[in-house]
């Protein structure tokens, strides 16, 4: 019997999307996904998304992480890391928590980036202060 070779991530742990894949409409992943190919609607991942130098995102891309070495022509929302690599382009408005977002040298960038909510201060605004109780008989 052959032992299987170990590697760190499983064909379970990634969803790549080949060079020769075009996709239309909402691609869903819950572990990491790589895009050489082209998407033509939206992307959801709940774990890191890269857009490899050949890929294509004609849409939004929402997700934990990103790095971006290909194209996303449309809204990227990023709750962690977001990584724009040399020869990445990113032509949207993009949407990342403050101090996680690295803009590499050649990385193009048309568009505006608006700070998320801090994930620590969400909680915390969620408290509700108590009223006070006065009567006034």
Do not use: F, W
């Not at 742990?13 to 992943?29: I, N, P, S, W």
């Not at 408005?93 to 403050?98: H, L, S, Y």
């Not at 193009?108 to 909510?117: F, K, N, T």
Request: proline share 4%.
């Amino acid at each position: 019997m052959a032992k299987a070779t170990n590697s760190p991530l499983s064909q379970k742990e990634l969803a790549y999307l080949g060079e020769d894949l075009h996709v239309e409409g909402t691609v869903r992943c819950t572990n990491r996904m790589v895009i050489n190919g082209s998407v033509e609607g939206s992307v959801q991942g709940k774990a890191e998304v890269t857009v490899g130098r050949q890929g294509v995102v004609q849409g939004s891309v929402d997700c934990s992480q990103a790095v971006i070495s290909g194209k996303v022509l449309g809204n990227l929302t990023v709750r962690n890391r977001l990584e724009i690599s040399g020869g990445g382009r990113v032509k949207g408005e993009i949407n990342v928590q403050p101090g996680q977002m690295i803009i590499r040298e050649g990385a193009v960038l048309e568009g505006r980036c608006v700070a998320l909510p801090s994930q620590s201060a969400a909680p915390q605004a969620k408290l509700a202060l108590p009223e006070s109780s006065s009567s006034a008989s």
